[in-house]
């Protein structure tokens, strides 16, 4: 991503209330906290300004740190 790319992710229960949000700008990293009386959570990303809908991830466990990493272009980006 290019530097100052905006990225937000959002945090989700099983109901589809939201949990937690945070954004960042690119290689700066994000931070949620998920609290411990959630068992699970699925994730959503956007890149603002990005013709590329949300991409969606997950159900997670609340179980350990989960570390992913935004890469690509506003055009053409992913999760790994």
């Given at each position: 991503?290019?530097?100052?790319?905006?990225?937000?992710?959002?945090?989700?229960?099983?109901?589809?209330?939201?949990?937690?949000?945070?954004?960042?700008?690119?290689?700066?990293?994000?931070?949620?906290?998920?609290?411990?009386?959630?068992?699970?959570?699925?994730?959503?990303?956007?890149?603002?300004?990005?013709?590329?809908?949300?991409?969606?991830?997950?159900?997670?466990?609340?179980?350990?740190?989960i570390e992913w990493v935004i890469s690509g272009?506003?055009?053409?980006?992913?999760?790994?």
């Amino acid at each position: 991503m290019w530097a100052d790319t905006l990225a937000i992710v959002e945090a989700y229960d099983s109901n589809g209330n939201k949990i937690s949000r945070d954004s960042s700008s690119a290689h700066k990293g994000f931070h949620l906290m998920i609290p411990n009386d959630y068992d699970g959570y699925k994730l959503i990303f956007t890149v603002v300004s990005s013709y590329e809908d949300w991409k969606e991830y997950g159900p997670f466990t609340n179980s350990k740190d989960i570390e992913w990493v935004i890469s690509g272009s506003v055009g053409d980006w992913d999760i790994t």
